[in-house]
């Protein structure tokens, strides 16, 4: 989805976006989502050291950052 909320059908897959976009801008949080940092609209502790995030416009269903990349998300985010 973009920011209008009207959802795309991309021609790639997650591992070759996640190639293509800006690594400034995307970042890939799990093996189901990649996530922009002006979507991210707020994140919580989850539980087993996830976190959940809250973006703009809202997603169906949870988001989580897996527990594996939470290290690495939260440098990014700060630099994002």
Known sequence: MWATGKRH???HSLD???EILN???FFRISRKYIVQAS???EL???FNGRLSLKLTPQA???VLVSRE???DFKVWL???
Do not use: D, F, N
């Open 60 to 62: 169906s269903g949870e």
């Open 23 to 25: 690594p400034r801008q």
């Open 16 to 18: 070759e976006l996640e």
């Open 44 to 46: 919580e502790p989850y």
């Open 69 to 71: 990349r939470v290290k």
């Open 9 to 11: 059908i991309a021609e």
């Open 78 to 80: 700060e630099g994002a």
């Open 39 to 41: 979507a991210i609209a």
